[in-house]
């Protein structure tokens, strides 16, 4: 069925996760679920625990609103005849192409970049290599693991003086929302840093805190004619956009356009944000965050994010209603482009019908929503 016919288009609505960063892909499927045109879509919610199992209808609703779901959950499964998936799932699980793989086993159209972009962004350490070797600047790092760590931890903190410095950051290598990060003024708090970081993961990244830095951001929106919005920035009473400034605090200030950036500085921006989407393969939107030096105006690019935040605090909305657009036309464009894309790609595209799939899967994964 084309967007275009009568009857709104079966759409799920993935949200929750087993990632430390449920509580964020809550808030911003709300956002998502209140600005979705119900005459274009018939909407169903599909919520995920913290635990990784797929609620039914009802238990969707339940966990959307902040209440136990009253179930247990089951094994991967799609609402009854869903004909396009908006994944709005942040950090392991749902955003680093786990979830976007069986959709393209499934054959079922969805929102966002594919497996390979939503795996390359969410490595931070393997972002970065793809980002410089491509001649874009990225902060210098030194990837550390968990094994490193736990064998010779006074040595590895040694390492990272000698290479890295103070102060610097800890950042587990695939999470967001800030989840985990550490800015480290001493050594005890970059051994700090480095048990919270291996708390979420086997690989960690430090890296060399840059001076003063101004913290910019911009948003892509895909398609024939890419919209790629003016930089903003994100000003914090700490110094730093760690989770309490993100979503707890008021000391934010978010300023959309960035103020006093010169127009040739704010387009080089821009196409840097651009050339990074490319590299890393990815599609539909993202977020491509920048760090500034105030003093010497050297830039670098920070991270990109293939699912960034839709709630009313996040960025990537301000953006682009900066650029016009509303996010109810920010969603129709990204399902607009999901649907594109699947029909320039179908193949393998296995059956959808209920009992079809379950044979296929043994039960492993269905499209009931039962």
């Keep these: 069925m084309s967007h275009s016919s009568r009857r709104p288009l079966v759409l799920a609505v993935l949200f929750g996760g087993s990632s430390d960063e449920h509580e964020v892909s809550l808030r911003s499927a709300r ?46 499964r799609l609402p009854v005849g869903t004909e396009c998936v908006f994944p709005v799932l942040h950090g392991p699980g749902g955003e680093d192409g786990t979830v976007q793989g069986w959709l393209q ?20 350490s393997f972002a970065k290599r793809v980002l410089r070797d491509a001649g874009l600047p990225v902060v210098p790092w030194t990837d550390v693991t968990r094994e490193e760590w ?8 040694r390492r990272l003086l000698r290479e890295r410095g103070l102060p610097c950051f800890v950042k587990p290598a695939r999470l967001g929302s800030s ?22 993961g086997r690989h960690a990244l430090v890296e060399k805190a840059v001076g ?3 913290e910019l951001e911009i948003a892509i929106l895909d398609g024939d004619d890419p919209v790629v919005s003016a930089p903003g920035e994100i000003v914090t009473a700490n110094g730093w956009y760690d989770y309490a400034a993100k979503y707890e605090s008021d000391d934010v200030e978010l300023h959309v356009p960035a103020p006093d950036l010169p127009p040739r500085l704010a387009d080089h921006f821009r196409e840097q944000a651009l050339h990074a989407f490319r590299l890393l393969r990815m599609d ?31 960025m990537f909305p301000r953006l682009l209603e900066h650029q016009g657009l509303s996010l109810g036309e920010v969603l129709d464009r990204l ?8 029909h320039g790609r179908r193949a393998p595209r296995l059956p959808l019908e209920t009992t079809e799939v ?10 009931s929503g039962r």
């Excluded at 045109?37 to 959307?64: C, F, K, N």
């Design 284 to 314: 539909g939107m993202a977020r491509v965050d920048f760090l500034m030096d105030r003093k010497s105006g050297r830039a670098w690019v920070n991270e990109v994010n293939a699912i960034p935040g839709f709630t009313s605090i996040s």
């Design 335 to 342: 399902v607009a482009l999901a649907l594109q894309r699947a």
């Design 31 to 76: 956002a998502v679920l209140e600005h979705l045109d119900r005459d274009r879509y018939d909407v169903r919610p599909a919520g995920i625990t913290r635990e990784g199992r797929w609620l039914s209808a009802q238990g969707s609703e339940r966990l959307l609103q902040g209440l136990d779901p009253g179930e247990p959950g089951g094994a991967p």
């Design 358 to 367: 379950e044979e296929e899967f043994g039960g492993a994964a269905t499209a």
């Design 179 to 200: 989840i985990g990060i550490t800015r480290a003024e001493t050594e005890d708090e970059l051994r700090a840093g480095l048990r919270r970081a291996f708390v979420h």
């Design 105 to 124: 086993l499934l054959g079922m159209p969805f929102v966002g970049s594919d497996c390979a972009g939503a795996a390359a962004s969410m490595d931070k």
């Design 150 to 157: 736990e064998a010779a931890p006074e040595g590895l903190v």
């Design 212 to 214: 003063e830095a101004r």
